[in-house]
């Protein structure tokens, strides 16, 4: 074990001037104290650097990219890491103070454990909510938090993000299939961090096209993994449901692609009819009806 950094928190950011100060505050206020915090700027145009610059610690190493999403903004944080365990944090989440030690003793309590995943809640102004993580969960969709998922740097290194930016915001899910596919991910219910929805959120940020496009690509990628396919055989109805709809869902936030909502809806219930039984179904039809 390295005394000094056992953790590596690899932050990308993309124009967070505004709010990542509160999440690496969050991450400095930990009770484990063995780690770095590394700041990818992805290009940001709107001060990150000075901000990042006047926060009085050693424990930040800070790195501007240009511009090339989140995928290689990670992988290359990660190529920095001097941790023996990686963590992705997103730039405008939050820590909470157990998040490291909590990490450590699952690490110290499962010798041979390469990946595991802590768990979280969403935040939304005043209410919040813990989602019921399971690895099992992830064929259907990407119940993981990047915050909440740990890796030992080289596992990762032999399994890291695409790169492809054209799937960006979904780079995540395809890692966690394609991970899972050959190895356990063991899942914890304590929960240690916590995201917090806002309408600036890049999931928020409805570009038909490059909606349309990204989930196509991403399917694309599963499909064409042999492991998974080979892992998931007859649930692979569930995951073409999962992404269908998941479109769908983003979709369905905008009135003008009321139509294109509706269509990969029925898209994804010809593969799971089930899926009129989930809290997605209802919210897509919220969202288009009655929003």
Known sequence: MNNEIFFSIIIPTFNRAH???KTITSCL???YRHFEIVVVDDGSADGTEEVIKQIQ???IRYYRIPNSERGY?????AGLAKGNWINFFDSDDLFYQNHLSYAFEVIRDHPGIKIFHLSYEIIKGNFSHKPNVKSEHLIFGNVFSCNGVFLE????LQNKFIEDRTIAGLEDWELWLRISAKHEIKTFHKITSAIIQHNERSVMQIDKEKWIKKTETFISYVENNLDIRKKYNKKMALFYCGAYTYLALHLAFDKRYKKEAVMYLIKGLSQYPLFVFKKRFFAILRHLFLT
């Open 73 to 77: 903004a990670r992988n290359f944080g």
């Open 57 to 59: 610690t050693d424990k």
């Open 153 to 156: 740097k080289s596992f990762f």
């Open 29 to 31: 206020n930990q009770n």
């Open 19 to 21: 709010l990542i100060e």
